[in-house]
């Protein structure tokens, strides 16, 4: 077959083209140098990484923001179980109240959590934060934008951070594995990596230590838009918190955890109890007490001619002005207003640290008439824990102050606060802390806000059989021993949607707690000590009284005397009870009990409260205390390894250094 | 021209002292060479020729000048690493090179013929769906557990897509096996490289080559399954068996068996209502090549049609609903001189793909599936009033029938275009040897598919209402036709430089060189992300220096210096070095004098590293060394915005890396009849990418890392081995010749990021890479007293006849926590082909057969869970057979019926936990033994048409996948682990006429 071509020699072009090709083949070569063309900085230099944050001052402080974002809203006292992680079990599960529904916070009283399912595991979210304030330490000194003093607060929130988060873990584990300040690389070999739990003390040390450098580095006093941050005042706070915890007989000189050592053989709970421990924590006391810059929150005594004012103070309470008396305030108001929003925060000076407090767990207070479903059930010992209003203990009281009879008379105390005539007279004449606190059978509940038509203001809340805090239509909504906590309800608020409600803060440390653990440290040191910034404190009986009694005079009670604070066997209990009743429901109790090793008798005491099944018309069988245990919610237990919460299985299954805590 | 007297076009002229001066013969295979002086000697060589030098005495003379062609085997050319032509004779790494005669047979796409023929590939067909039907495979199996184990595939220098490739246009292919030959592809070379040439045009006069074929297929094998009458009467027994009531009365069975109640007692065998007795397939195929001094070309055009085996009601629509793959294959390969020393090339590929599916999907899944779960009793085709049917609204619960005919089209299109410019320069003007390269590649593809979407209202009946009408429930609306489409493009660009050096010293050194470079970009609209769909690049650089010695002693350096994007700035590149030694003993004279049967005996040995940088196989997770920042709330501080990690960046990210030792023996005995290569492989895989496990929770990290944390190895053996023999001493188109190959892959995982487990046989290290893991199976309990002695199961309730398990740790329960590793994978390890073929002149039969073994699977799903739905969940006719089953002697009425051995366990009705769990009860094995393909062709030489320009025409008739022998009986070994969900693999004969004109 023909085909096309020809062959012709006449187009040959030599050696031109030749020495063309060899230059475009060396062009070729050098089409680009090697990592430039695979360099992809032009699609991702315009992005954040995580070098520029170090750069800006802006982007420096949204770093820390987003560290802080880590740490837990503790304002629940359910945890947060309506939503959001779960947090802490010191909420539900103190011995104050019972509510009857498995919470992840309660299940512990049930002995319902297991290494497999703890409900609560912040321990991931605490390490990450902990790696952030050492990406923050390691990296800061890169930023020129920051001048000198916001580069001091800016470390020292990162401090603050390091410190609370492995604060947070403590608390709720005890010993945790300290990791070096520089986070690991993260391609590191695993077994770097795992650390095991350092001994208690060794935790408590870093922890002081954090937020002794974040004490130095903050600054005293914020701007109010700065409000809800650390300051120097908040360091202090929580190193003062972690020394008492760590003084206390959970941790110091325990024996019960004498076979529990960690992999050289060192005990993790000390075996020898140190007293040095709470000279320590009252030294931190101490210090925060000399800034100067904390007092108890007060209000100044109301008088009007229509006798609805400030209550008379006691007989058995100093009139001397605050501090040396309560003569100047109106002690119901002055507590109260700590937690009811009536004040701005700013304001506050018993505010050392302080969040916006989350109302998803109103519900539970409020009773059913008004929008809730009054579960928040307070047991019958907290109740009486409450004393009389001229300071006696309920327990004093006469058989007519004890009696369910009606009083009568209704009245109103501190312009706002009314009393029903139908209210017992056991509920009546207590410490202005109770009517700030609880909510009782016949007690009224303004909810002045109320827009509406219906007559919901004003209401007086009965918790009988037929009572209108009770949800005819599920009998499992209702309260169960007759008594609820109100202390986050100012009286305007109703839950209803044609109403407002006060925003309310909630206080992480506020100065009460300052001047009752320095009290309690105090009773509890020996002799002299010095601390290493320099503060002197010694066992010194007129110190404990002249703060423990500041305590008292604002809530309107008679101060403890000298032979009271003499007597360390009495001041312990004093102390403790105190503690009791200033913090109720803060989500204090729950490490209160652990600490002072108080909570196998706490807990294993059954669940005593009114007789919620009697109706309005038996009013004596209603006020009939009785114990309570139909359901399992009312039969809670505490067991030694309850003191310290298992570690999650998920967790330890990565580290294979982790021992698990005793008893799980 | 050459010895049968025909004229060669192109053989190249030149005079020896004068090297400058040359010519090519044209089409009658004359030349003119002026400037010849008388006492020179011309040089004639072609290729595929051997050389013939003329001493020329005088200028005048006329010669016919005749060049033998070139049968030594010892100068058999190889196509390795970087595309470069190297004698096979000095090829020191593991290479298996492809002759395209053996691989003639119609099948759709390379990566069908490789199994069985190839030694060092492990392939796996699980599906005959048109269009889906294409092999995976593996060079030397599986070593890696990481992203992509799959190889490089490498068409003419230009990564590519084997399945769209028509293999009609391929020239030859090679299979790179150990480091040393894939070293130069970097971190793309880990699994290997599959090197594809395509045919050029040869100077001489027009060769067109046409090719017909059409075929025909069916499914030999699928799953039986049972009557109405069968199946009501077994829901009985299975309910009855544990204790319930029967579910059908009397009166339902009379109804199924006599028919008369269609609608709420129909008898249905979807497999009938769906499927085709047979299927056709069509191919066409024509090129033409040829050329001259100046340019030579090869263009063809391929067409190919399949059609799938459903049977489509054409009477309901006026489109094709029918799933159906149509391919069109253009090609156009075109050399020119520009000058003697210059040839520019152009390659034009053009694929297009169409695909047509029913509108429900473009997954055929759904149909097969619908069979093993509807059952023939659950709903009738069409109920009788004409609505649509269907038990649930899952695809799988309607109508296959309504799946097929009723639910619109869907169409999809794929282009793709590939131009490959390439000029390459000769420069032995400045030394001789030397030569370089310059090749630019521009491939774009799109992809479309476009829908006409729609569905009746689907109904169920329930029951009939007092007039005797049907009461039909509405289990989903009617939904009207509606469009939609969906697009997707891409782009690559690849530019490739390389200088070449290939020199002979003294008769005694061959030393070759190679410098060689490529940069590649990639991207394509799929990825939608910001960081996804940053463009992929690679730059490399290789270099490889070869050096033997008298061709007996030989030894190559390979290094390859490459980088791609997705490692950060100063870790991109890495050096990878292979060496490879090779002695070829047969060289000595000592050694030809005392075994003068030995032909060629090499011994070869490599080692290297290579390396594999991808993260995952659909590319999601890239660039994971980059800390990534996003805004978080600023939590109780209450101070403004918050920002953190999103993305924990992870330090010190680089390849995967695989050392590779090889070591192998290529021998020929007795004149070259007997061929044999062995190779011994060991890979050792480390570094595989795994996104951190079991990473403390202490060290804080937002995102968990990816790290090179993992580690395997494989090792194996493969090889092939030939032996020929002439019938016929002087007529070489006589004589029959047997093939053998053998591939045997096998790994273990070293270390693998894993959490802490409770047992030691629950980690993943120390095992194959994907072994099967289940319980262990005791037989079936006998009775009552078995069960109350015996460990609690915690998978349900169970009753004598259910399967009984062992209680591997101990602990008195049988759960989840004694899954053990079993055996073996789904991917065999070990895959062999035996084939012959017999030449008597003009006829030719070639037999191959291809198995492999070490392979299970589990069989479970529908197909072995009668009644899993209660109402759905069909009955194999094999677990109908009363003695393959348990069956209780209330039932039976004999005792001997509670067969602990049976093969299937008891039945309930609903579907039991306790049966359908994994274990070695159900694990299967699924080796086999497959005639692959027989071919007989007849090649027909007729003068009479010669006239006419036809030179020869080859008749073909071709059978594939003609008999598997395996344990599996009822589904194709290949594919039985997806348990009858998958399209069969098609049983096809095939009818071809190849012409040459």
Redesign the interface.
């Known amino acids: 077959m023909k085909v096309m071509n020809k062959i012709s020699n006449n187009n040959r072009i030599k050696t031109p083209l030749s020495v063309f090709s060899v230059i475009m083949f060396l062009a070729f070569l050098t089409f680009s140098s090697c990592e430039d063309y695979l360099d992809i900085d032009k699609y991702v230099y315009d992005q954040t990484t995580i070098d520029s944050i170090f750069l800006s001052k802006t982007r420096t402080e949204q770093y820390i923001n987003g560290a802080a974002a880590l740490l837990f809203n503790e304002s629940l006292l359910t945890g947060t179980d309506w939503g959001g992680g779960v947090t802490l079990p010191s909420g539900s599960g103190a011995d104050e109240a019972i509510i009857p529904f498995m919470l992840n916070g309660n299940r512990i009283l049930y002995d319902e959590i297991t290494e497999t399912d703890t409900k609560i595991n912040p321990w991931s979210i605490c390490y990450k934060g902990i790696r952030k304030a050492n990406i923050i330490l390691a990296n800061i000194h890169k930023n020129q934008e920051l001048t000198e003093m916001e580069s001091r607060d800016f470390r020292g929130r990162a401090y603050f951070l390091r410190a609370y988060f492995y604060f947070y873990l403590v608390r709720l584990y005890g010993p945790v594995p300290i990791l070096p300040d520089v986070a690991f690389d993260t391609d590191v070999d695993v077994a770097e990596a795992s650390i095991e739990r350092s001994p208690y003390d060794q935790c408590v040390e870093k922890i002081c230590s954090d937020f002794e450098e974040a004490a130095g580095l903050l600054p005293l006093e914020r701007i109010e838009t700065e409000q809800y941050m650390p300051t120097k005042g908040a360091a202090l706070a929580f190193k003062a918190r972690i020394q008492l915890y760590a003084a206390s007989p959970l941790f110091n000189g325990n024996l019960y955890y004498s076979d529990w050592k960690n992999s050289e053989g060192v005990p993790f709970i000390s075996q020898v109890e140190d007293k040095n421990k709470w000279a320590k924590a009252a030294a931190t006391f101490k210090r925060i007490i000399d800034l100067n810059t904390y007092k108890l929150q007060t209000v100044a005594k109301m008088v009007n001619d229509k006798g609805t004012g400030t209550l008379p103070l006691p007989g058995t309470v100093p009139s001397a002005n605050f501090p040396y008396g309560a003569g100047d305030i109106d002690p119901y108001k002055s507590y109260r207003s700590i937690f009811d929003g009536t004040y701005q925060a700013f304001s506050i000076k018993e505010y050392i640290y302080y969040a916006n407090r989350s109302d998803s767990d109103d519900r539970l207070y409020f009773p059913s008439v008004i929008g809730g479903n009054a579960t928040f059930s307070v047991t019958q010992d907290m109740i009486d824990a409450y004393r009389m209003a001229d300071g006696r203990n309920y327990s004093e009281a006469t058989e007519a102050e004890r009696s369910y009879e009606a009083v009568g008379t209704s009245s109103t105390f501190s312009l706002e606060y009314p009393l029903s005539a139908n209210r017992a007279h056991r509920d009546d004449n207590r410490e202005p802390r109770y009517y700030a606190t609880i909510g009782f059978n016949h007690c009224i509940w303004p909810g002045t806000s109320f827009r509406g038509t219906e007559n919901l203001k004003n209401c007086e809340i009965t918790y009988y059989a037929d009572g209108n805090a009770i949800n005819a239509s599920d009998n499992n909504h209702r309260n169960r021993t007759g008594y609820t906590c109100r202390k986050y309800i100012h009286q305007e608020d109703i839950q209803h949607w044609n109403s407002t409600k006060k925003s309310k803060i909630w206080p992480l440390a506020r100065y009460a707690e300052v001047l009752l653990g320095y009290a309690e440290a105090l009773n509890e040191m020996e002799g002299s000590y010095t601390d290493e910034s320099g503060v002197t404190v010694t066992k010194n009986v007129d110190e404990m009284i002249k703060y423990f009694n500041q305590v008292r005079y604002r809530a309107g009670q008679p101060g403890i005397t000298t032979a009271d604070a003499s007597d360390y066997n009495k001041m312990k209990e004093i102390v403790k009870h105190e503690w009791q009743i200033e913090f109720a429901f803060e989500s204090r109790r729950y490490w209160d009990l652990r600490r002072w090793k108080d909570a196998y008798d706490a807990y294993n005491k059954p669940i005593i409260g009114l007789d919620v099944s009697a109706k309005t018309t038996q009013r004596a069988q209603f006020y009939t205390t009785r114990v309570w245990n139909t359901e399992i919610y009312m039969k809670r237990m505490f067991s030694n390894k309850m003191y310290l919460w298992p570690i999650d299985r998920n967790v330890l299954q990565k580290n294979g250094k982790l021992v698990q805590n005793p008893g799980w | 021209m050459d010895e049968k007297g025909e004229a060669l076009v192109g053989v190249s002229v030149s005079i020896k002292e004068n090297p400058g001066n040359g ?5 009658d295979g004359r ?2 060479l002026s400037g010849i002086k008388s006492k020179q000697t011309l040089v004639f060589s072609y290729i595929g020729f051997e050389s013939q030098e003329l001493f020329l005495r005088s200028t005048n003379e006329r010669m016919r000048i005749v060049l033998k062609e070139n049968v030594n085997m010892m100068d058999e050319v190889i196509i390795t690493s970087s595309g470069k032509i190297q004698k096979k004779i000095n090829v020191t790494g593991a290479i298996t090179s492809v002759e395209m005669r053996e691989l003639k047979v119609p099948a759709t796409s390379i990566s069908n013929m490789l199994g069985g023929r190839v030694p060092g590939i492990i392939s796996v067909n699980r599906s005959g769906e048109p269009g889906k039907d294409f092999s995976e495979f593996w060079i030397r199996g599986i070593s890696t557990f990481g992203a992509g184990s799959s190889a490089l595939i490498l068409i003419d220098g230009i990564e590519g897509n084997l399945n769209t490739l028509d293999p009609e246009d391929i020239e030859s292919f090679s299979i790179l096996k150990d480091a040393s030959s894939t070293a130069v592809y970097g971190v793309r070379g880990a699994n290997g490289v599959v090197l594809v040439t395509t045919k050029k045009g040869k ?1 001489g ?2 060769d067109i080559r046409v090719k017909v074929n059409s075929g025909i297929s069916y499914s030999p094998r699928m799953p039986e399954y049972v009557s109405a009458t069968d199946y009501a009467t077994l829901a009985n027994e299975a309910s009855v068996t544990r204790g319930g009531i029967p579910i059908y009365s009397e009166v339902d069975l009379a109804l199924f068996s006599n028919h008369l109640d269609p609608d709420l007692h129909p008898d249905v065998n979807w497999r009938d209502v769906i499927l085709k007795d047979y299927t056709w397939n069509q191919q066409y195929f024509l090129n033409a090549s ?6 030579r070309y090869y263009i063809s055009a391929g067409y190919l049609n399949k059609e799938a085996i459903f049977k489509q009601d054409k009477g309901l629509n006026r489109y094709d609903t029918n799933v159906n793959y149509n391919k069109f294959n253009f090609r156009a390969n075109v050399d020119v001189n ?5 040839t520019l090339s152009l390659n034009e590929e053009s694929v297009i793909t169409t695909q047509n599916y029913p509108g429900y999907g473009d997954d055929t899944g759904a149909l097969w599936e619908a069979q093993a779960n509807l059952t023939p009793v659950t709903v009738p085709i069409l109920y009788s009033t004409g609505e649509a049917p269907g038990y649930g609204t899952g695809k799988n619960t309607v109508s296959p029938y309504v799946l097929l005919n009723m639910t619109g089209y869907r169409k999809s299109y794929t282009n793709n275009n590939k131009i490959t410019m390439q ?1 390459a ?1 000769k ?1 032995d ?1 400045l030394t001789e040897g030397l030569s ?3 090749l630019i590649n521009l491939d774009t593809s799109s992809w479309m598919w476009q829908a006409r979407e729609k569905s009746p209202a689907i109904y169920y009946a329930d029951g009939r209402a007092r007039d005797g009408s049907l009461n039909l429930v509405k289990k989903q609306e009617s939904i009207e036709s509606f469009y939609s489409n969906s697009t997707q493009s891409d782009r690559k660009y690849y ?1 490739e ?1 390389r200088i070449n050096y290939e020199r002979v010293f003294d008769k005694l050194h061959r030393v070759g060189g190679l410098i060689h ?1 490529y ?1 590649s970009d990639y991207e394509s609209s799929k990825y939608k992300t ?2 996804t769909a ?1 463009p992929k ?3 490399s ?1 290789a270099s490889r220096l070869s050096y033997s010695y008298a061709d007996t002693y030989m030894a190559e350096f390979n290094v390859g ?1 490459t ?3 997705a490692f950060e ?2 870790k ?2 890495g050096w990878f070095p292979a060496v490879s030694f090779g002695w070829t003993p047969s060289q000595y004279d000592f050694m030809q004098k005392a075994l003068p049967f030995l032909d060629y005996l090499k011994f070869r040995a490599s080692y290297g590293i290579v390396g594999n940088d991808r993260l995952t196989w659909d590319d999601s997770v890239r ?1 994971p060394y ?4 996003g805004s ?14 999103t993305q ?6 680089r390849w995967e890396k695989a050392t590779k030792y090889n070591l192998g023996i290529d021998l020929r005995l007795w004149g070259e009849r007997f061929d044999a290569t062995v190779d011994i492989f060991k890979d050792v895989r480390s570094g595989i990418y795994q996104q ?1 496990q ?9 995102t968990l ?1 990816w ?2 944390v993992g580690k395997m190895k494989s090792w194996g053996i493969d090889g092939h081995l030939s032996y020929t023999q002439p019938l016929d001493p002087i007529d070489k188109s006589k004589y029959i010749t047997f093939r053998a190959n053998y591939t045997q892959s096998r790994n273990e995982i070293l270390e693998y990021e894993e ?2 487990k409770k047992y030691p046989y629950q980690s993943a290290v120390g095992y194959q890479s994907g072994i099967n893991r289940g319980l262990m199976s005791l037989g079936l309990f006998r009775d009552e007293y078995d069960i109350q002695n015996s460990p609690k199961q915690e998978f349900g309730n169970y009753l004598p006849g259910d399967i009984k398990y062992k209680d591997v740790n101990g602990d008195g329960v049988v759960n989840s926590d004694d899954n053990i590793p079993l055996q073996y994978s789904g991917t065999p390890q070990i895959q062999y082909g035996f084939a012959t073929e017999f030449n008597w002149k003009n006829l030719n039969v070639s037999i191959l057969l291809e198995g492999v073994s070490r392979v299970k699977y589990f069989r479970g799903g529908n197909m072995y869970n009668p009644f899993s739905g209660r109402d759905t969940g069909n009955v194999i006719t094999d677990y109908a057979n009363p003695n393959n089953r348990w069956i209780s002697a209330e039932i039976s009425g004999n005792p001997t019926t509670e067969n602990p051995n049976a093969k299937y366990p008891r039945l309930y009705y609903g579907g039991s936990w306790n049966n359908s769990v994994n274990s070695t009860f159900w694990l299967q094995d699924g080796s086999y033994l497959r005639l692959k393909n027989v071919q007989i062709s007849y090649t027909a030489k007729i003068k009479a048409l010669q006239k006419f ?1 036809l030179q020869s025409a080859i008749v073909s008739l071709i059978g594939e996948n003609l008999a598997v022998w395996s344990k599996e009986k009822m589904l194709d070994p290949s594919q039985a682990m997806y348990n009858g969900t998958k399209y069969p693999i098609q049983r096809v004969y095939t009818i071809q006429l190849n012409l040459s ?1």
């Not at chain 2, 924990?648 to 990210?653: A, D, H, K, P």
């Open positions: 010519t090519i013969t044209d089409a030349f003119k100077a006069k027009l040829g050329g001259g001094q100046i340019a520009l000058t003697e020393t210059t000029l320069q420069l003007m370089i390269m310059g530019y430089g470079a940069w910001a960081l940053i690049r690679y730059n650089y210096y980088g791609s994007e700035q100063g991109k590149f660039f980059l800390t990534l920042i978080s709330g600023s939590g109780q501080w209450n101070n403004g915005q918050g920002i953190t990690e924990v960046g992870s330090s010190n990210l951190r079991s990473v403390p929770e202490e060290m804080g990290l937002v890392p790290a090179n959490d802490i320009g004109f």
